[in-house]
T-cell receptor, first 109, second 115 residues
Framework: KQEVTQIPAALSVPEGENLVLNCSFT??????LQWFRQDPGKGLTSLLL?????REQTSGRLNASLDKSSGRSTLYIAASQPGDSATYLC????????FGKGTRLHILP | DAGVIQSPRHEVTEMGQEVTLRCKPI?????LFWYRQTMMRGLELLIY????????DSGMPEDRFSAKMPNASFSTLKIQPSEPRDSAVYFC?????????????FGPGTRLTVL
């Protein structure tokens, strides 16, 4: 049974720093992995989708990598800003869609 | 496009009442997903449709839950009878393309409180 873990559950960093969020999964036979952000009381906003055949995807200050063999994905945020404060979730798709519990990120002004 | 539309945004009801949540997917998307989010269990997939046909409903918790998609632009999630443990935020998402590589787009959610 696929399990998706995001550690840490919460993270605070000063504005301007680069940071990495982690997502791990137990079964490497996935179709894709998607990163989302969720602001308090809001729905999820898609950030990046990485296909199983891809190693990374980039959008602006965001870079997501995927290592299927080790069951890991990272989301790199460059030059963090207070507006990046949100909960970040990863979702793995095989025959099911399994979400991690998320990392709550707080950027300190 | 207005994105995925859900209604109502908030619903407060009493135990035993019927609750119906509604979703309008993004035009042209042929996948529709229903999720439930709670603090304890996180985000869980309840059911998804492809071309209006339910494909996987293994996440539907009990027979009290049912979902329909009568056409490509409308879906409902019904709980009858509702119980306090059904209190959660229910999200609808839609996607185009094929299952293995489509990007999901979420609606704003319906916050359900069952008293």
């Amino acid at each position: 049974k696929q399990e998706v873990t995001q550690i840490p559950a919460a993270l605070s960093v000063p504005e301007g720093e680069n940071l990495v969020l982690n997502c791990s999964f137990t079964d490497s036979a996935i179709y894709n992995l998607q990163w989302f952000r969720q602001d308090p009381g809001k729905g999820l906003t898609s950030l990046l989708l990485i296909q199983s055949s891809q190693r990374e995807q980039t959008s602006g200050r965001l870079n997501a990598s995927l290592d299927k063999s080790s069951g890991r994905s990272t989301l790199y945020i460059a030059a963090s800003q207070p507006g990046d404060s949100a909960t970040y979730l990863c979702a793995v798709r095989d025959d099911k869609i399994i979400f991690g519990k998320g990392t709550r990120l707080h950027i300190l002004p | 496009d207005a994105g995925v539309i859900q209604s109502p945004r908030h619903e407060v009801t009493e135990m035993g009442q019927e609750v119906t949540l509604r979703c309008k997917p993004i035009s042209g998307h042929d996948y529709l997903f229903w999720y439930r989010q709670t603090m304890m269990r996180g985000l869980e997939l309840l059911i998804y449709f492809n071309n209006n046909v339910p494909i996987d409903d293994s996440g539907m918790p009990e027979d009290r839950f049912s979902a329909k998609m009568p056409n490509a632009s409308f879906s409902t999630l019904k709980i009858q009878p509702s119980e306090p443990r059904d209190s959660a935020v229910y999200f609808c998402a839609s996607a185009g393309g094929d299952y293995t590589n489509n990007e999901q787009f979420f609606g704003p959610g319906t916050r359900l409180t069952v008293l």
